[in-house]
């Protein structure tokens, strides 16, 4: 279990990840911000961008978008 949660830090903190990390909560409160759209709205309108990359860089993007939608949203 121990190695798993290390395995699971070490993908996490690899620099193209951070990097979209913090693309993710720059564009999600873009979202969050205006009226009508939400953190989830930004997560359907931008999967597209999403097509290209793995699973797991795609979900790291797609999680810190909803993330920062819902943040700028409350």
């Known amino acids: 279990m121990i ?3 290390i395995q699971a ?7 193209n990840h951070l ?3 913090i693309a993710g909560f720059l564009l999600g409160p873009l ?3 205006l009226p009508g759209l939400s953190g989830m709205v930004a997560v359907a309108i931008l ?8 699973l797991t860089t ?3 993007f ?3 978008i909803l ?6 949203g409350s």
Request: glycine fraction near 14%.
């Open 47 to 54: 999967i597209p961008l999403s097509y290209g990359m793995s």
């Open 3 to 5: 190695n798993e949660i």
């Open 19 to 21: 990097l979209l990390v």
């Open 67 to 72: 993330g920062g939608g819902t943040f700028a």
């Open 62 to 64: 797609l999680i810190s």
């Open 9 to 15: 830090i070490l993908v996490v903190f690899q620099w």
């Open 58 to 60: 795609a979900m790291i």
């Open 31 to 33: 979202f969050g911000m």
